[in-house]
């Protein structure tokens, strides 16, 4: 099994930067895609951006590319999201996910899940 723990969310204000950590153990993450989701209140849970081959490929959703990175560092197991330019419709639960079984994003039962971390961005 993969076991994700993500860290880092709290209260900032529109325009400030934040880093989202996600701690893998169990199994190498590098062996799995790796993906940043959010959820806010009232909405499903929206794909972020995603982290492959080690970090040598890479991808985002329209609405935070730009202004948010993805990496990962090996030696550490631990994928990061960083994120600038915060705006208040970032203002979402954020979960790490590992696609273990190769399905893909879209089949969201057959990801590894972290518990999330709650990120605030007040206007």
């Known amino acids: 099994q993969v076991q994700l723990v993500e860290s880092g969310g709290r209260l900032v204000q529109a325009g400030d930067s934040l880093s989202l950590s996600c701690a893998a153990s169990g199994r190498t993450l590098t062996n799995y895609p790796m993906g940043w989701f959010r959820q806010a209140p009232g909405t499903g849970r929206e794909f972020v951006a995603a982290?492959?081959?080690?970090?040598?490929?890479?991808g985002y959703a329209d609405s935070v590319k730009g202004r948010f990175t993805i990496s990962s560092d090996n030696a550490k197991n631990t994928v990061y999201l960083q994120m600038n330019s915060l705006k208040p419709e970032d203002t979402a639960v954020y979960y790490c996910?590992?696609?273990?079984?190769?399905?893909?994003?879209?089949?969201?039962?057959?990801?590894?899940w972290g518990q999330g971390t709650q990120v605030t961005v007040s206007s």
């Open positions: 982290i492959y081959w080690s970090g040598r490929s890479t």
């Open positions: 996910a590992a696609d273990v079984s190769g399905t893909g994003w879209s089949r969201r039962d057959r990801l590894n």
